[in-house]
């Protein structure tokens, strides 16, 4: 690439970076472009976007008295009092209807409307974000081989296709940060795989070129080991190797793990720490302790690896909640297992010879997410059996938790040492008395706090809002209690729980709802 070329990209990307920081302070709504780049929304929050170009754009229309706009700064006003995507719908349709202002301003309003939905969980317009992604991302290319933005528009083709299997009556309702986490995961994915393909796509080319040496230029040529490819940075390569893969055992084995043996696989970066702590203790205002006890070690990190960490507390407290939703906000991979009725090693693997045999827990989650480092939940591990007669958990977790071992883990399903150092651990549990100190003395032990009676009126709104949620619906559309509903749960809820608060929470939206039928 040429000298002047290089100084350009450097150059866009600087002044991208300096709007991103703007973006994210309030001082710049980005533009359709550097939406489909990567820029987050005004404030980082997709509401305060909305409003704000809402309000701009029906500024800009009123200085335009004709009749056939009317009906768009109409849906322009509502949308900048409510932010739902039927709102958003209502100025997508008008915007097709409207005619009379610039073609170009009516096509970057229809893209942004289409970026909107996109980024709420609608699979059709996450499609059409696809789309118009691959486009500039493919003029990028013609114009300077940079490749940036094709992760992100193969990322938005998998978040379609995921979400519209997810579909609900033409919406999909996700929690908040869902489709940005997920944009960000498969973008990642991408990224490895397209710098790992970089050196054989290189070597291929050189091959294919026409040689201008003669036969004696090459037999004074020294014969030497080409260099090792160095592995892309932020990657691991897990499974080197599949163990007795002559059997017909191995050969099925070595079918399940090809498109990972001897792969790089991608390490999960660290997030924004200052925007996951703040949405966090907005969650969990009683457990900002425990928040920044547990994200204060991934300051100064590259990637995401939380050492094995234990949170003890009384039952319903949230700690399995947390330990999820920390997960989901670092947009990290996860799996939540419960450790209820576990009395043997088979979280450790078992052997391939047995019908019942399956890797261990670590490896399927690698596998399934195709990711070096996710974070493995066990949720309540004091109800872990003792019994030895086929192993014990215990036992297991011990050698996982160890660098030395979890680096080599021999997994027999596998049948060979696969690096599972980078796997985070995090458990919960009620008490430690059944806990052994064996495992205790190699975890951080973290007390997780019961929400006093003076956190109500956060906690209140944010299981209504959950209960939205989990019926499919969006949370926007949670009505919030009234003094006197808010005085009805004070009254049978004085702290604790959580779990029972939640429970007297859905008594009374069941509740309001009947009335509200009735009406």
Not at 36 to 54: K, Q
Not at 211 to 236: F, L, N
Not at 263 to 289: C, G, M, N, W
């Amino acid at each position: 690439m040429a000298m002047s070329d290089k100084n350009s990209r450097g150059s866009r990307d600087r002044h991208f970076e300096r709007r991103l920081k703007a973006a994210q302070a309030g001082l710049h709504l980005p533009r359709e472009i550097e939406l489909l780049r990567g820029m987050p929304f005004l404030f980082e929050d997709v509401a305060s976007d909305i409003r704000e170009f809402a309000e701009r754009l029906s500024r800009r229309l009123k200085h335009k008295p004709k009749f056939e706009i009317a009906p768009l700064v109409a849906t322009l006003d509502d949308l900048a009092v409510d932010q739902s995507d039927e709102a958003l719908r209502c100025v997508e349709a008008a915007l097709e209807a409207a005619g009379g202002f610039n073609t170009m301003s009516a096509f970057n309003a229809r893209l942004r409307i289409k970026f909107y939905l996109a980024s709420l969980g609608d699979p059709d317009a996450a499609a059409a974000i696809a789309s118009r992604t691959a486009s500039v991302a493919l003029d990028d290319v013609r114009d300077s081989c940079d490749f940036s933005l094709l992760p992100r528009a193969l990322a938005w083709s998998v978040v379609a296709n995921d979400y519209g299997h997810m579909r609900n009556n033409g919406i999909v309702r996700l929690p908040r940060g869902r489709v940005s986490g997920d944009l960000r995961f498969h973008a990642r994915e991408f990224e490895a795989a397209i710098r790992q393909t970089e050196p054989e796509t290189k070597k291929q080319q050189a091959d294919e070129a026409p040689s201008t040496y003669t036969a004696d230029d090459v037999a004074r040529v020294p014969a030497t080991e080409p260099p090792p490819v160095a592995k892309p940075k932020g990657t691991v390569i897990i499974f080197t190797s599949i163990g007795n893969d002559s059997t017909s055992e191995g050969k099925r084995v070595v079918k399940e793990f090809e498109k990972l043996l001897n792969i790089a696989l991608p390490l999960p970066p660290v997030s924004d720490l200052a925007r996951v702590r703040e949405r966090l203790v907005e969650e969990f205002p009683y457990a900002v302790a425990v928040i920044d006890e547990l994200l204060n070690r991934l300051v100064g990190r590259d990637y995401v690896q939380i050492r094995p960490t234990v949170l003890v507390g009384t039952p319903g407290c949230g700690k399995t909640r947390l330990a999820r939703r920390l997960c989901e906000e670092l947009a990290v991979p996860f799996e939540l297992v419960s450790c209820g009725g576990l009395n043997d090693s088979s979280i450790g693997g078992t052997a391939r010879r047995w019908s019942s045999g399956e890797p261990s827990i670590s490896v399927l989650s690698i596998r399934r997410h195709r990711c070096a480092g996710p974070v493995i939940i066990r949720d309540e591990i004091e109800k872990v059996g003792t019994s030895r007669h086929n192993g014990n958990v215990h036992d297991v977790l011990v050698g996982l938790f160890e660098q030395e071992t979890s680096q080599r883990w021999f997994d027999p399903y596998v049948e060979s040492p696969c690096d599972l150092s980078h796997v985070s651990w995090l458990m919960t549990a009620n008490t430690l008395d059944t806990v052994p100190s064996v495992l205790l003395d190699r975890c951080r032990v973290i007390a997780f706090p019961e929400p006093g009676a003076e956190r109500l009126d956060i906690l209140a709104p944010r299981l209504v809002e959950r209960i939205y949620v989990d019926a499919g619906h969006d949370p926007r559309w949670a009505r919030p209690f009234e003094g006197f509903e808010l005085t009805a749960l004070a009254d049978h809820w004085r702290g604790g729980s959580i779990r029972r608060l939640q429970h007297l929470v859905e008594t009374l939206v069941e509740a309001r709802e009947r009335h509200r039928v009735r009406q």
